[in-house]
């Protein structure tokens, strides 16, 4: 589609380089730009200045928060004993939302993924062994179940073994509400590997 | 989904606040915005305030414009004897990239909807009677094939044609690549109705 008049064109534009979305919703949403009364416009672009503005990484915990260190990390009810180590802010986002974890976090930034010239320097795995002190008993390895998760979990967990520090992983296994028949063959496998007793 | 810091929840706020946009949208949106440089987001903001800031409406077409007339209605190669009315700007664009149609338009920013409270005065329909003069020999209404865009045609013809002008409507039928076996009935009634000599 083209024929929109520049300052249109730019904002259809600006839209489109988002992830998820495509020219005609950017069209759609530059529309309804327009349709907005001024201050809401300036609403919306204030919020875009000041999210990146406002918004850094703990010192501590590489999360993104807007003050340092972040909320959770000087938080009065953590438990200061456990780490649980995530590849990005959203994962620590899930796991608050479960209501059950109450330790810390490290976020990693990404994974280790060779094939996107990603090494280990290039994630916060050097922040993470700098907080292992005695205070620490557990550090948990919640990467994503995929192959640069998985290869990220196990540096990780070498570098850490000589720090006398427990390290474990999250389960994998059949998500609550899956159908065993429709379970791929590695996740079913992984979840008879890692069966308990009842 | 909560637990987001202030600054970044108002931006997830103010994007799922956006047509087509869903808070998992937003919320990717937003960590998008995160990861842009500093220049980055001030051009995405700007480009929010410009848009607002330099779009108005023609005074003739009432079209969305940058100038004002606009570039349509001040066109030196345009068919000043017709006039092509439509629902929204969109559907000037859609119509422009055709490369087939070279007269003017008349943007009604709406159609006549009693259900929501839209009547006949809360469109442009009083702008496009002041532009009915000799010089025009047709007016094409192209308002859309639904049951608000019908009646809007229907109440236009009969406010023109006491103004000795010609006033037609697009045509309905199937559309190109379009299955006869598909076509819902009022279409293929249409079509049926439209036939024409070839």
Partial sequence: MNGYIPPLARLIDEFAAMPGVGRRSAARMAFYVLKM???QANSLAGAIIDAKKKIKYCS???NLTDTDP???CTGARRDRSVICVVENARDVIALENTNEYKGLYHVLHGVISPMDGIGPEDIRIRELLKR?????????IATNPTIEGEATAMYISKLLRPLSVKVTRIAHGLPMGGDLEYADEVTLTKA???????
Same sequence: chains 1, 2.
């Fill in 192 to 198: 008879m590997e890692g069966r308990q007793e009842i």
């Fill in 37 to 39: 009364t001024d201050s």
């Fill in 132 to 140: 292992i002190t005695d205070e620490v008993d557990e550090v948990i």
């Fill in 60 to 62: 501590v915990c590489c």
């Fill in 70 to 72: 972040c909320a959770i």
